[in-house]
């Protein structure tokens, strides 16, 4: 008992503790999601950072940049929050800082101060997930290679060190290998307070004004980065096939070749031209063929096929597998055609050169459906038409960089 009473706290962690308070009552989401942290205060590194569970800080770093601490405990807060540390599977540990600050810094700003050296470039990708600056990131880079300029590096304070969270605050590291049971309990606590958080902001902002003014609302900023989170839309896929099937037929120009069903000169009205239907409405579906897809995720995915061909939904599909490029491309215009084709892979994943390939080949379809577990090295360029990404592996919450991310 007595060593409870003779527990120290530290000049550092209470300035911290202060400032989580502080950012509490900016905003009612924040309220809800900072005491899911846990507050550490270490010397492994110089500044403060994360690893998806604790929010670390060096209690010198804290001494020096006292007007900064709000806005980097937010920044370490939301990447947990975010779970951006889970989210960067296969990618850059560098790069992938980076493109998550890009996405969380120019909410903390718009909150709290952060060093003017990172807050510089807060318009630099505006209302962008941390994955598709990740994507536009690496192409800048190699654009740059390209033209033999290498890359053109961080301006002055902005550089990290190997881990992650060097000298700059906000970093992320990766948690121990001992900790990684912990680590996924932490992923799942994180979603179950932002999807609380999320509910009782909202709620917040359809109380009455006068109780509005003072608790706030859900601003759109957090709306954005909520949906990277929670990405999957509980919508059917096959819903979405059928609109884009509709919208080309709805576009087509009326013939004359065929009149109007309802205005076809009967009852003494004019005779109008009716909509020709011997048009092909090409659908482009991808199918991932790489080693992370197992054969009776495959075969459930070409059954789904098979049966919206058999529907009518379309008259005509492209098939093709994917792995690291196009493996082998087959038109088909029924299920059985589906059922016949028996595509090879198996190697790595990376999409960039079927994206290239639709663009430049299939570029008058009415749309992309691509069925995957969402594990790529890159999503690749996206196409002139609409896209679905269907995700048959409900385990992996990640959100393709553009089109419509729906689970299987």
């Not at 590291?173 to 999807?195: G, H, L, N, T, Y």
């Not at 896929?237 to 509709?246: C, E, G, T, V």
């Not at 491309?329 to 029924?334: A, G, K, Y």
């Amino acid at each position: 008992m007595s060593s409870w009473f003779n527990y120290k706290v530290t000049d550092a962690m209470r300035r911290v503790l202060v400032a989580r308070e502080k950012i509490a009552r900016r905003n009612p989401f924040f309220a809800s999601i900072l005491f899911n942290a846990r507050l550490v205060e270490s010397d492994k590194h110089q500044t403060i950072w994360t690893d998806g569970m604790n929010v670390y800080f060096n209690p010198e770093y804290i001494k020096q940049n006292e007007q900064f601490v709000e806005g980097d405990i937010l920044e370490c807060v939301m990447h947990a929050a975010m779970q951006h540390v889970g989210r960067k599977k296969y990618r850059n540990n560098e790069k992938w800082n980076e493109a998550c600050d890009l996405s969380i810094r120019p909410l903390v700003h718009q909150y709290f101060k952060q060093h003017p050296a990172l807050m510089a470039q807060d318009g630099r990708f505006p209302d962008k997930a941390a994955e598709e600056i990740y994507e536009l990131l690496e192409t800048q880079e190699q654009k740059q290679k390209g033209k033999g300029q290498g890359g053109k590096g961080k301006p002055e304070g902005q550089e990290k060190g190997e881990n992650g969270a060097g000298e700059q605050p906000g970093g992320m590291v990766d948690p121990d290998p001992q900790d990684q049971e912990e680590a996924e309990a932490a992923a799942k606590q994180w979603a179950r307070s932002v999807s609380n958080a999320m509910e009782k902001a909202t709620k917040a902002g359809n109380m009455p004004g006068n109780i509005k003014r003072l608790t706030g609302n859900m601003p759109g900023n957090i709306k954005r980065l909520i949906e990277e989170l929670l990405p999957a839309d509980k919508l059917d896929w096959r819903d979405i096939i059928r609109d884009m099937s509709r919208d080309a037929k709805s576009k087509n120009a009326r013939s004359w070749s065929r009149a109007n069903r309802r205005r076809n000169g009967q009852d003494g009205e004019p005779v109008m031209p009716g909509f020709a239907d011997d048009n092909i409405y090409n659908l482009v579906i991808c199918f991932d063929v790489s080693g992370s897809v197992s054969q009776e995720m495959l075969r459930n995915m070409k059954s789904e096929v098979a049966s919206v061909m058999d529907q009518d939904l379309i008259n005509q599909a492209t098939l093709i597998a994917v792995d690291t490029r196009p493996q082998s491309i087959e038109v088909v215009t029924n299920g059985d055609g589906v059922a016949n084709w028996h595509p090879k892979g198996g190697g790595g994943t990376d999409f960039r050169s079927a994206m290239q390939l639709i663009k430049e080949e299939y570029g008058q379809s009415i749309g992309l459906l691509f069925l995957t577990d969402l594990e790529t090295s890159s999503f690749g360029e996206e196409p002139p038409f609409p896209v679905v990404w269907v995700n048959f592996s409900p385990e992996n919450r990640a959100k393709a960089p553009y089109g419509r991310t729906v689970d299987y």
